[in-house]
């Protein structure tokens, strides 16, 4: 009896001492970002960002191990192997830029939670966790459903992008009623939107109309031209919205040459992508309303509030997504009892961050977006998951 209790003894001392021990363990994280060079600035917000994150999880076993990878891939894979092979990092987070993680398949036992939003042609053990344009398809479709959309057309520039909507299209729910690709070029673009809204049809409908009128005995005809003339064209559009797959002056320039067109946001719903509440959307008014899917916007001004008390500084947008990234790997983890694997990328589970709801599934990163429109000079809510 007396060997059995002191073995009890044992049992419960070495089982404490294992708990003690292994609670006390440091969970480290890599976080490789540039903090030299030309995006030097960006790195930097980054870490601040997640300094902010630590503070709010509040757990000291979390140990960020930051890197600088000065843009350059075979520097972002040497500093890649020196986190796991002198501290057993297995998970970290980066790099931002999509072209830095080309190597990264050289480390297979690590995880990298890259920043961008590109899901193609990227090595397996990358997941991508910008807002890509599947989470975002997936918004603008639920605004389709709500207001009774049904024959929406795509609009996408010619450039890199395309690659990776045709590849987010495919691997989405939503339906275009057509997928029309334009040219950058201004002096290409007004040309080509003619032809994909018929405006030459539609502007000689208005020219037959009103020639008609005038070879007619209608007794009313001059007042019937002289409203005529104040129209820019006659005839139906084929569409009732359309996405307009760009940003800045790019997006700005398409959809003047749609409102050149006789296609204004008042005739068929302006659509674009993710604009980050670009404030000079708000200036234009002759293009409101225009609706885009987005984080949410309450989260993200508490977000900059916080980071310019904290640092006195604007922090940069990718910023938001490395405080998101700290509390979601920590919620992974803690979830599988604090043991780093790689199945934690492979079940499907939901974290709800400050961006919207991240949603985790066979080593893919897609967000649950809110949605919002600029109009009458500020960004109004149209639907939100929190």
Not at 114 to 123: A, M, Q, R, V
Not at 193 to 210: A, F, G, S, V
């Amino acid at each position: 009896m007396k060997i059995f209790i002191r073995y009890i003894y044992i049992l419960l001392f070495v089982t404490l001492f294992f708990e003690k021990a292994y609670s006390d363990e440091k969970i480290k994280i890599g976080l490789i970002v540039p903090l030299s060079g030309e995006y030097g600035e960006i790195g930097k917000s980054v870490i601040n960002a997640t300094r902010l994150a630590l503070n709010a999880i509040n757990d000291n076993r979390i140990e960020i191990l930051p890197r600088d990878t000065r843009s350059d891939p075979n520097v972002t894979l040497d500093v890649s192997v020196e986190l796991f092979e002198r501290h057993n990092v297995k998970i970290i987070i980066g790099p931002i830029f999509k072209d830095n993680s080309i190597y990264l398949n050289k480390l297979p036992e690590v995880t990298f939670l890259s920043f961008t939003n590109k899901l193609k042609k990227k090595p397996e053990n990358v997941i991508s966790s910008g807002v890509n344009a599947i989470s975002q398809f997936a918004a603008i479709k639920k605004f389709q459903d709500n207001i009774n959309l049904k024959k929406t057309i795509l609009l996408t520039p010619s450039s890199s992008f395309k690659d990776e909507l045709d590849f987010a299209t495919s691997k989405s729910n939503i339906s275009f009623k057509g997928n029309f690709v334009y040219d950058t070029d201004p002096t290409l673009l007004t040309s080509q939107i003619e032809k994909i809204t018929k405006y030459p049809q539609r502007k000689q409908n208005l020219l037959d109309e009103i020639t008609r009128i005038e070879n007619s005995e209608d007794i009313n005809k001059k007042d019937k031209i002289e409203k005529l003339k104040k129209r820019d064209t006659i005839g139906g559009i084929n569409f009732d919205s359309v996405v307009i797959a760009d940003f800045d002056e790019n997006l700005k320039s398409v959809a003047t040459s749609l409102l050149y067109t006789d296609v204004s946001s008042k005739r068929v719903h302006y659509i674009t992508l993710n604009q980050w509440f670009d404030k000079s959307l708000l200036k234009d008014t002759t293009l409101q309303p225009i609706y885009f899917p987005s984080i949410n916007k309450d989260n993200y001004e508490k977000f900059i509030e916080e980071y310019q008390s904290k640092f006195k500084k604007t922090p940069n947008q990718i910023s938001f997504l490395g405080y998101d990234l700290v509390g979601l790997v920590y919620y992974l983890i803690n979830k599988n009892n604090y043991l780093i694997e790689k199945k934690i990328f492979y079940e499907k589970t939901k974290f709800k961050g400050k961006i919207g709801i991240f949603e985790i599934k066979d080593n893919i990163i897609t967000h649950e977006l809110s949605f919002y429109s600029a109009e009458d000079g500020k960004f109004k809510k149209i639907f939100w998951f929190f």
